[in-house]
DNA sequence: CGAGAGGTTGAATAAAGTCAACAAACGTGG
DNA sequence: CCACGTTTGTTGACTTTATTCAACCTCTCG
């Protein structure tokens, strides 16, 4: 029930005593965004000149280490990312957390409460963050006269759900030194897109998290980065990371479960092997 | 492009020769549902009571083995499982199948292809199949004028991402016989919905496919059911499977990676062995 | 400078995967 | 309708992978 918290002013900081602040927005914004300006954020078409100026959204604040919105919590909104770092978990019912995703600039927070107006996740903020927050009644209300808007919606949740189903795939079927290296992939990929260097940047988040994200032990997540360095793929350093073999890193897929013994599977692991032994 | 498949009478029977019907509608139903009744079949409130009458969506067959949808195919429409069992699948690089979901009665099919405009799963019948046919673009133009409608999609779409994150926290967190537990107190659960027995039913799937969903290979199934059967919680025989006792089930949760050594995790693993062991 | 959280590494263990042999059911065609 | 080949399921022996437990190290923050 209880979860640990003290926001620092560092962003490497999470866990922290519990049920000091609510999850929300505390620290009112002072920046607003447009329609067009969102849009922008989630890469969709946005053609209509309208009358936006007035259409306007807030944004929100978070320290690292807050939590934006926890689980059966009401649900009113959705957030986009305007820039910081999250995390998103479910939490079973002894209290474990499960990782989810780590949102970082133009993802989206709180999809999973729509349906039952209900958070069904929480989020919490790894560094300090600038939230845009989206009101979803008034999301809805403009979709009905924005037909553009209304489509990104569709879109957007339906993207959630290919990223979900490409999460199971991976869970379901790679090996530990597989999950790691995509991971670095998927971060690369995203800070490339941010317009930060996509070979070496810090991680943000803990090896616990990252092993919870991964379906491993914060132990294996260690152990397969020291492999990864030690093969020269990569430099690790604590959370500094430097990508030194990106295309190695792509193709270290390896199939540890024998979806794929009926077919090419000797000279797949061959390849596969090639990369992961040097 | 083309894809394969040759349907049989016969419901066990998948992967067949390649490239002789596409997939897609063939078969063109004879039974047609009104927005009512897709309502109904999705348990969503539906309360207008408006010119529903001409408001008819088509249904459309399918034999055991063939495909409703392939990966890259043109997404144009949703369906809804009237009645039958199917299975969807992602296809990874070297053409392993790794099975998503087991949709039946009320299922959804199809929201993946929404954002991109292609399909990015595809959706096999696992027995013969009739399925509602919801044409996307004349569902989202009917959701602008019923505005029930319109929060039925969103409220699927979101529901659909809540599954797929149960999904992952169990590929992420639990145990093979807590999956395989899962699992069957899932089709329980299911088949009760149906109006079917919940205790005594038969699986749909093969060991492989059931592995494939739960991220581990078929022998692992195949022995923890048998392990189940011994110390007498089900009673298992090739596809037939009678539940007797569910409480155990549901309660076989158990924590392989560490994700919980902080907590109370002595006490947890000595109630989950007491129900592993006996 | 000291405490505590986070990270690394090693050795032992446990869980699940692999390979292989066999058995049961199905469905096809003689 | 029965025999046979194919697909599916079971089980055992062994191997591999990842977890567990524990010690130690390293930063950061107060």
Same mark, same amino acid.
């Given at each position: 029930m209880l979860q640990t918290q003290i926001s620092t002013s560092k962003p490497f900081s999470q866990t922290l005593p519990s049920s000091s602040?609510?999850?929300?927005?505390?620290?009112?914004?002072? +920046?607003?965004?447009?329609?067009? =300006?969102?849009?922008?954020?989630?890469? /969709?078409?946005? &053609?209509?000149?309208?009358?936006?100026? =007035? +259409?306007?959204?807030?944004h929100v604040q978070f320290k690292a280490g807050q939590r934006v919105h926890t689980i059966g919590q009401n649900f009113d909104a959705l957030y986009i990312v305007h820039s910081g770092f999250l995390k998103t978990v479910l939490i079973d019912e002894y209290g474990n957390e499960q990782v989810l995703s780590f949102p970082m600039k133009a993802d989206i927070l709180?999809?999973?409460? /729509?349906?039952?107006?209900?958070?069904?996740?929480e989020a919490v903020a790894l560094s300090d963050c600038d939230l845009i927050l989206l009101p979803f009644k008034k999301l809805t209300a403009l979709a009905r006269t924005h037909v553009e808007l209304?489509?990104? $919606?569709?879109?957007?949740?339906?993207r959630?759900?290919?990223?979900?189903?490409?999460?199971?795939?991976?869970?379901?079927?790679?090996?530990?030194?597989?999950?790691?290296?995509r991971f670095l992939v998927?971060? !690369?990929?995203?800070?490339? +897109?941010?317009? @930060?260097?996509?070979?070496?940047?810090?991680?943000?988040?803990?090896?616990h998290e990252i092993g919870s994200y991964l379906g491993l032990t914060l132990e294996t997540v260690s152990r397969t980065? !020291?492999?990864f360095n030690e093969i020269g793929m990569i430099a690790v350093n604590? *959370?500094? $990371? %430097? /990508?030194?073999?990106?295309? &190695?890193?792509?193709?270290?897929?390896?199939?540890?479960?024998? *979806?794929?013994?009926?077919?090419?599977?000797? %000279?797949?692991?061959?390849? &596969?092997?090639? @990369?992961?032994?040097?």
């Open positions: 602040l609510p999850a929300g927005r505390q620290c009112q914004g002072r +920046l607003w965004s447009s329609l067009k =300006d969102v849009c922008d954020l989630l890469r /969709i078409p946005f &053609a209509s000149v309208c009358d936006d100026e =007035d +259409l306007l959204f807030q709180g999809v999973d409460g /729509i349906n039952s107006r209900l958070y069904s996740s209304e489509n990104a $919606i569709y879109d957007v949740l339906s959630e759900l290919v990223r979900e189903q490409a999460m199971v795939g991976m869970l379901g079927a790679l090996s530990a030194e597989a999950r790691v290296a998927m971060l !690369s990929d995203r800070f490339a +897109l941010m317009g @930060y260097s996509s070979k070496f940047f810090n991680l943000r988040m803990t090896r980065l !020291s492999a604590q *959370r500094t $990371i %430097e /990508i030194k073999d990106l295309e &190695a890193l792509k193709n270290l897929r390896r199939l540890p479960p024998s *979806r794929n013994r009926a077919k090419q599977s000797k %000279e797949n692991k061959l390849a &596969a092997m090639a @990369y992961a032994v040097q």
